[in-house]
Each structure stands twice: as C-alpha cells, then as structure tokens.
C-alpha cells in the first residue's frame, strides 16, 4: 500500500538555523514521483519540488536542498539559515501508477520560525 | 493565467444541512481533485475527475459526492452535515493524470459545521 509518513508534527527553530524536514514513503511501484508542497498561513499549497524514482542526485535551489534516498525511502527536505517567512506546513506526497497516479500525503510538518 | 479559484472562501452551516463547494480550474487543465483537509490528519483524498468521469475516490461516506462539468469546473457537495465535517476543503487540478503531473491548489474553502 502507499503510504507517507513524516514523522516530525511541529518543529521551531530560530532565525538562520538549519532545519531538515523528515519525509519516509512505502510504494511498490517501480515508477513513481516525489514532491513536496509549502502551506503558508493562506492555505494555498504551493508545489516546491518534484522527484522521480530513477533519479537519485540531491537537488539544491537556493537555500533549499532536498535528498532523496532509495535505500532508505526517504526523501529529505533541508532548509539552510532559515527566515521568517519559511514558517509555514510543509507536505511530502507520492504519486504512483498503481493507483491511477493518485497524490498520497504525509500529515505535514509545521515549522515555525523564530525570530 | 488565473490559478484555480474556489468559492467561497469561508462558509458556515448547521448540522443537517448540506452544502456546495465550487472549484474552477487553471484554463486548460482537465483534471480537478478534492481534499479534506483537518489539524492532525494532514490531507485526506476524496475524488479526481478526469474530463466529466470520477477516476479515483477516496474512503469517504456517500454523503461526500461531486461532479465536473464539460468546462472542467467541479462542485462538491456534502449532505446532512455533521460537526466532524468541519474542515478546510482544497481543490487541485492538473493538465493530464500522468505520475508526474503535479497539483495546482486553490486557497480552499473553510467549512464551519454548528
């Protein structure tokens, strides 16, 4: 069955630290894609990233970097010298053909910044 | 180009009574999802309709049903409303229903069950 668990419910660091966003997904399909989404105080997900299964190279863009990890099934979501307007819930979510290319979510992490 | 607009934003009903979600999609974009989304249990999946067909639907009561339109516009409508259905309801579409097509996500509408 597909599944995403992030394990980390709320999380709150001070301004400029690091924060790493745990993301751990089960699927059996061979072919499938990560993503992440940003929830600011508005409500409107906003798409951050997306990864497919044969492409394991960790991607940076900016502040942000994301490692993504077959072995481990996980796919990992670091924000460096992090800033107020970082705070917000964070998704990770799977999509698969099993199931029609159905989106599969986490419960969200909800980092808090503070200043 | 409009993103995916739902209407309304905020909305207030009693128990027992029902209610109809809209959802319009980015121009061109076929496909429209509904989620529920409560504290602590992240987003639940309801339905996908994919050009007017439901192709998925999620483990929801009958209650929960929706429809899309030949313009690709969707309606969700929850009858006989319980205090549980209290939730923001987030609708999301797509070009295509392919693994990696991702979501574009409306502002939700935040449902109030008294």
């Known amino acids: 069955a597909q599944k995403v668990t992030q394990a980390q419910t709320e999380i709150s660091v001070v301004e400029k630290e690091d924060v790493t966003l745990d993301c751990v997904y089960e699927t059996r399909d061979t072919t499938y894609y990560l993503f992440w989404y940003k929830q600011p105080p508005s409500g409107e997900l906003v798409f951050l990233i997306r990864r497919n299964s044969f492409d394991e190279q960790n991607e940076i863009s900016g502040r942000y970097s994301w490692n993504f990890q077959k072995s481990t099934s996980s796919f990992n979501f670091t924000i460096t010298a992090s800033q107020v307007v970082d705070s917000a819930v964070y998704f990770c979510?799977?999509?698969?053909?099993?199931?029609?290319?159905?989106?599969?979510f986490g419960t969200g992490t909800s980092l808090t910044v503070i200043p | 180009k409009a993103g995916v607009t739902q209407t309304p934003r905020y909305l207030i009903k009693t128990r027992g009574q029902q209610v109809t979600l809209s959802c319009s999609p980015i121009?061109?974009?076929?496909?429209v999802s509904w989620y529920q989304q409560t504290p602590g249990q992240g987003l639940q999946f309801l339905f996908e309709?994919?050009?007017?067909?439901?192709?998925n639907k999620g483990n929801f009561p009958g209650r929960f049903s929706g429809r899309q339109f030949s313009n690709s516009r969707s309606e969700m409508n929850v009858s006989t409303l319980e205090l549980g259905d209290s939730a923001l309801y987030l609708c999301?579409?797509?070009?295509?229903?392919?693994?990696?097509?991702?979501?574009?996500f409306g502002s939700g509408t935040q449902l109030s069950v008294l």
């Open positions: 309709y994919f050009s007017e067909t439901q192709r």
């Open positions: 999301a579409s797509r070009g295509t229903v392919t693994t990696n097509e991702k979501l574009f």
């Open positions: 121009s061109g974009h076929r496909s």
């Open positions: 979510a799977l999509s698969d053909s099993n199931t029609g290319n159905q989106f599969y």
